[in-house]
């Protein structure tokens, strides 16, 4: 299991919308970049995500892939690699903006279909102070959405190399070749034992 972590600004923040964008191209659906690599591609993992929760302060960005064994660490260099190559050579495409929203907006629908799903979202509109219109500005900056401010706010708030890493597997399999791959400092952690 490969996982990596790295804080992220807060829901509420002015550019929430356009970091959810970047991140989910990069690997928030199936379609999506990591997902597309790892699974489709290369066949090493069952999926591949990355993930942001929703928090009223500084809140956990998740990469998260199951995958074989032997390809822990190559897995692990084409992660990076793709959030790398992300905020460089090959940023957001128009395509990528577009399939998203489309997806986004099919869902919206969704919010509204059980009294479950519409008690969540009146929730979630008290905890983060939104407008009770909340829902329809939402749809609409979702439409007015740039490929410029998607770019800016991947370059802003995602840091790969200020990830923080943290796999599990069989350490007999996985310990050289990650510290072979110096990628960064190996700490191996036991049951148990608290981390300083």
Same mark, same amino acid.
């Given at each position: ?11 509420? &923040?002015?550019?929430?919308?356009? $970091? ?11 379609? &999506?970049?990591? /997902?597309?690599? $790892? ?10 995500? $990355? =993930?942001?929760? /929703?928090?009223?302060?500084?809140? +956990? ?12 660490? !190559? !897995? ?32 919206? +629908? ?5 009294? =479950? ?13 939104? +407008? ?8 609409? /900056? ?10 800016? &706010? !991947?370059?802003?708030?995602? =840091? ?37």
């Amino acid at each position: 299991m490969v996982i990596g972590g790295q804080l992220i600004p807060p829901t509420p &923040a002015a550019d929430s919308l356009h $970091l959810d964008m970047a991140t989910r191209i990069l690997g928030g659906n199936f379609n &999506a970049r990591l /997902n597309m690599n $790892l699974r489709e591609d290369k066949g090493w993992a069952y999926g591949a995500r $990355l =993930t942001a929760t /929703n928090a009223r302060g500084q809140r +956990p960005l998740l990469y998260y892939a199951p995958v074989q064994i032997d390809k822990t660490t !190559a !897995a692990l260099q084409e992660i990076i690699r793709e959030a790398q190559d992300y905020l460089g050579p090959r940023p957001a495409t128009r395509e990528e903006l577009h399939r998203t929203r489309e997806g986004i907006l099919r869902s919206l +629908p969704g919010r509204f279909e059980t009294n =479950t799903a519409v008690r969540r979202t009146l929730v979630d509109i008290l905890r983060f102070d939104r +407008p009770l219109d909340y829902i329809d500005r939402y749809q609409a /900056n979702l439409e007015t959405l740039t490929l410029d401010q998607v770019k800016q &706010a !991947a370059q802003t708030h995602l =840091t790969p190399p200020k990830t923080l890493w943290l796999i599990v597997g069989d350490l007999t399999k996985i310990e050289k070749p990650l510290r072979d791959s110096k990628i960064a400092e190996v700490k191996v952690l036991t049951p148990h034992e608290k981390t300083p």
